[in-house]
């Protein structure tokens, strides 16, 4: 009978153990601006699985969920309750308990997240990347109205998209930035996710360099599955199919 019992104990702890470890993540935000009942919706973006959804009430949420594979970023959107307004923002995140406060007009520029230890270099690195993704967004809107004013024309087009062009030199700035974060910060789930978001940006020399600095526990991750299968393959030659 001892050994029986024993033996429940020892199955019962199993199962406590397991549970811990498959324990999801909670998301609990106070945001100013938000409507009652405006629906909240929080997506994987790499798999476009949706997580969970729930609706903003006295300016709260809680958001719970489970991700099935490494910290990972995750897009979380508001939206109105006629489904007119659409407000967007990201969070790079494991499966933890965090929480959210920010503000409707700054929405989806970042919100403050607290209690993640994988947000933290994303917030990092929306502030060396984000100044050049408004530059950017500026000068297309300046092309798209030359183009409605039916002004555009090859000159502009060069100075625009040539190799020394505006949007051309805002892109390998960009791309630059994005090389050095990445290879100072290789040893983290957020760098190894833009290593794998921007691969086709960058030689497959520098990928290789940056798996060869990579710490044991990062080597079974789906992101450095996907890299090596990256460099795996082939460019397909002129021609072929």
Sequence with gaps: MKKHFAHIII????????????????ISADLIGFKDKSKVLISDISSQKVLDSTMVMDGKFVLKGFLDNEPSLVSLMIFSVDGEERNYTSIFMGNEKISLTGDKSTFSDGVKVLGSQYHGLKTDFDKLVNPLYDERDKKLQQMFALRNEGKWNDSLQSAYWSETGLITKIDKETSKI??????????????????????????????????????????ETKYVNVLKTHLANKPLEIGEP
């Design 11 to 26: 199955i019962v702890l199993t199962l406590i153990s397991c549970q811990e470890k498959q324990s999801g993540f909670e």
């Design 178 to 219: 994005t090389e050095h974060f990445i290879a100072d910060n290789i040893n983290s789930y957020f760098a190894l996710s833009q290593l794998v978001t921007n691969k086709n940006d960058f030689s497959k020399e520098f990928i290789q360099n940056q798996l060869d600095n990579l710490q044991p526990k990062f080597m």
